[in-house]
């Protein structure tokens, strides 16, 4: 894997504005469910608390999303500001998945971001909780990829 050597825009210290920016490039990065593509956000040595998942660094990141992403099909997320101060950002977030017996669930959680002077991110901490749904009870019925901008976010659906 090469190591991106230009910045990823915005860089710290983020505004409200730059903040929201980084955080929607981050649920569109997720929504392609492409690992590599997402791995390459974070720095080499990025360190990450996932659930009890603990992957370190760019091989380990792409490791664990491959995984999950098996795992969790018809991946839908959504990702919301709550926080935002000098390299760090908080997020909430839900996504919506079902696993290959077709039962659904919604999965909440928040994480804590830390960026590096490049904007790429080098801590990630995320806590996660599982709601099992009904179908009949999805939200996030966008095409697989990136949400439209024109669909409600988690503030506007009572999330």
Do not use: C
């Not at 099909?73 to 998945?97: P, Q, S």
Request: avoid cysteine.
């Amino acid at each position: 894997m090469t190591i991106p050597s230009e910045n990823r825009p915005p860089l710290p210290p983020f505004t409200r504005e730059t903040a929201i920016q980084k955080v929607r490039m981050a649920e569109d990065g997720w929504n392609s469910r492409d690992p590599v593509r997402v791995s390459l956000v974070y720095t080499e040595d990025s360190q990450w608390r996932n659930r009890a998942e603990f992957p370190r660094g760019r091989a380990q990141i792409v490791e664990f999303l491959t995984r999950k992403w098996a795992r969790e099909l018809d991946y839908r997320l959504i990702k919301e500001l709550w926080a935002f101060a000098d390299n760090r950002i908080a997020v909430r977030f839900a996504y919506e998945w079902r696993d290959d017996a077709g039962n659904w669930f919604r999965s909440y959680g928040n994480e804590n971001w830390e960026f590096d002077e490049r904007g790429l991110m080098q801590k990630r901490y995320a806590s996660i909780n599982d709601l099992s749904i009904k179908e009949a009870d999805r939200l996030f019925h966008w095409p697989q990829g990136r949400r439209p901008d024109d669909h409600p976010g988690l503030s506007e659906l009572g999330l």
